[in-house]
């Protein structure tokens, strides 16, 4: 069964879900499965389909993959990117981005205790190329957002992470992923607590928008 959103809502509170995963409430597989069906409804360059998903249930290999990704997330929080220390300038939004370091920071600490972990995949027969990687990617990442939007329509959480992808190696070892595919990305699924998602604040679209040119 599906939430009762309009297209629109479902695009606007599709959000990232970090504190509020509810992780001691099991996942069915047939859920997740469900989601990536509609996923692979997403457009592919060429129609290639060349895209693979590692869907990540057992216990220790969450937590495996959840140490790598702790790791990941004391870097990270240490860097000048940090979520947490960027717009400092900016009152109003420097509270938002507050809580956002904060809520990475605690994903972090707990990615293992996620009931299922997706890395989406693609497969390239080797490296990847140098230049014009946008086609490649493009072939996957709008499959993982309608993953993303699927599980929202289904009562579950989601994240958008990569910090994992500085050790992808290490994980691809740990998940026997071959040469010549690589990941894209690390979505941790879970019911979510509390009731539903709002909008989030954004930039008004006349800073970014340029018509006919920049």
């Given at each position: 069964?599906?939430?009762?959103?309009?297209?629109?809502?479902l695009?606007?509170?599709?959000?990232?879900?970090?504190k509020?995963?509810?992780?001691?409430?099991?996942?069915?597989?047939?859920?997740?499965?469900?989601?990536?069906?509609?996923?692979?409804?997403?457009?592919?360059?060429s129609?290639q389909q060349?895209?693979?998903w590692?869907?990540?249930?057992?216990?220790?290999?969450?937590a495996?993959?959840?140490?790598?990704?702790?790791?990941?997330v004391?870097?990270?929080?240490?860097?000048?990117?940090?979520?947490?220390?960027?717009?400092?300038?900016?009152?109003?939004?420097a509270?938002?981005?507050?809580?956002?370091?904060?809520?990475?920071?605690?994903?972090?600490e707990h990615m293992?205790?996620?009931?299922?972990?997706?890395?989406?995949?693609?497969?390239?027969?080797?490296?990847?190329?140098?230049?014009?990687?946008?086609?490649?990617?493009?072939?996957?990442?709008?499959?993982?957002?309608?993953?993303?939007?699927?599980?929202?329509a289904?009562?579950?959480?989601?994240?958008?992470?990569?910090?994992?992808?500085?050790?992808?190696?290490?994980?691809?070892?740990?998940?026997?992923?071959?040469?010549?595919?690589?990941?894209?990305?690390?979505?941790?699924?879970?019911?979510?607590?509390g009731?539903?998602?709002k909008?989030?604040?954004?930039?008004?679209?006349d800073?970014?928008?340029?018509l006919?040119r920049?």
């Amino acid at each position: 069964m599906t939430l009762p959103l309009t297209p629109d809502e479902l695009l606007t509170t599709t959000r990232a879900v970090r504190k509020r995963l509810d992780l001691s409430r099991p996942v069915p597989l047939e859920l997740v499965r469900e989601c990536l069906e509609i996923a692979l409804q997403a457009p592919s360059g060429s129609n290639q389909q060349s895209w693979h998903w590692v869907v990540v249930t057992d216990p220790a290999q969450r937590a495996a993959i959840g140490e790598i990704y702790r790791e990941q997330v004391v870097r990270y929080a240490g860097s000048p990117q940090f979520a947490g220390r960027l717009f400092t300038d900016q009152p109003d939004r420097a509270a938002v981005q507050h809580r956002v370091g904060d809520s990475a920071v605690w994903l972090g600490e707990h990615m293992g205790e996620v009931p299922v972990l997706v890395l989406p995949c693609i497969g390239t027969g080797g490296p990847l190329r140098a230049v014009n990687q946008a086609g490649l990617w493009g072939s996957l990442l709008p499959a993982v957002w309608s993953y993303c939007l699927a599980a929202r329509a289904r009562g579950l959480g989601t994240a958008w992470t990569s910090l994992h992808l500085g050790r992808e190696a290490e994980v691809a070892d740990l998940l026997g992923i071959p040469d010549g595919v690589h990941q894209a990305a690390l979505i941790p699924t879970a019911y979510y607590t509390g009731e539903t998602f709002k909008p989030a604040p954004r930039e008004p679209l006349d800073t970014v928008l340029h018509l006919d040119r920049w």
